[in-house]
């Protein structure tokens, strides 16, 4: 019996239906992208937010010795 690559990746994501995993094959990066960015909200750091590493003093001094 031969099977496809589609019939792997649908068992490895769970998926009962091949038509289900060929959707996520489909779709294009825009897509996925937009995907990714509204599950992981939370792990998408703000452009505008200041970074707590920048005020550290000791730890600025730290990474610059480092470069030495």
Sequence with gaps: MKSKLSDFIRDILGHVSIQTTEVYARADS???????????????????????????????KWLKALNK
């Design 30 to 60: 825009k897509q996925k992208r937009e995907a990714l960015e509204k599950a992981y909200v939370d792990v998408i750091p703000e452009t505008n937010q200041e970074k707590s590493w920048e005020k550290d003093s000791s730890l600025l």
